[in-house]
């Protein structure tokens, strides 16, 4: 029997997560996540902030690293209306494992949890980008991605310089209501 050459299948692979992968800007549909207490909460409850979700593995030290890297950005940009989110999605994730996440990490913003189902559904991604981790999204104050990561390994929005610049230039825009000061600017 012959072996198959495995680039076409790889190349259709790419190709399908480029074609899965949500459109920016959008729309942020609402997301429920649970809090490490066991109660649900919503990804609404933010809106007039700009807010950076890390969708993540607690075991992946990557995601660990971006965790810090976002920890530092809130201590900077907390005052003017920053406010990020982490979501654990591990299979069996309950809030003691959040808990021993974020304590470690040094994390200073709400760590929640929730099913992989629910992330790939919000993300518009296919199970298999599922091991691309993490995967940040960028919302603005009017509740709109501006954002996202890709599932092609884009690292932009990894970049603390980078994602700095992008939070900073959308603190600066107008808030929803009219009003073009941002909190605490």
């Known amino acids: 029997m012959r072996a198959r050459n495995p680039v076409p299948f790889f190349l259709a692979l790419g190709a399908l997560a480029l074609i899965a992968a949500a459109p ?8 429920t996540y649970t809090e ?27 995601c660990w690293r971006v965790a ?10 907390g005052p003017r209306g920053f406010q990020p989110l982490g979501i654990a999605f591990d299979n069996g994730i309950g809030g003691p494992v959040v808990k021993d996440f974020a304590g470690p990490a040094g994390v200073t913003f709400p760590v929640g949890f929730t099913t992989a189902d629910q992330v790939d559904r919000y ?35 990894e970049d603390a310089a980078y994602l700095r610049d992008l939070v ?18």
């Open 123 to 157: 993300l518009g991604r296919e199970p298999q980008e599922r091991v691309q981790v993490p995967q940040l999204v960028v919302i603005d104050r009017a509740g709109t991605i501006r954002a996202q990561s890709r599932p092609t390994g884009e690292t932009n929005l």
């Open 68 to 77: 810090q890297t976002i920890t530092k950005l809130h201590k900077e940009l």
């Open 36 to 62: 490490p207490s066991g109660k649900p909460a919503q990804l609404s409850s933010f809106k007039g902030k700009v807010v950076v979700i890390e969708f993540l593995l607690t075991r992946c030290p990557h």
């Open 24 to 31: 920016v800007p959008r729309t942020s549909p609402e997301f």
């Open 168 to 185: 900073d230039r959308l603190l600066k825009e107008s808030v929803p209501g009219g009003s073009s000061k941002s909190p605490g600017g």
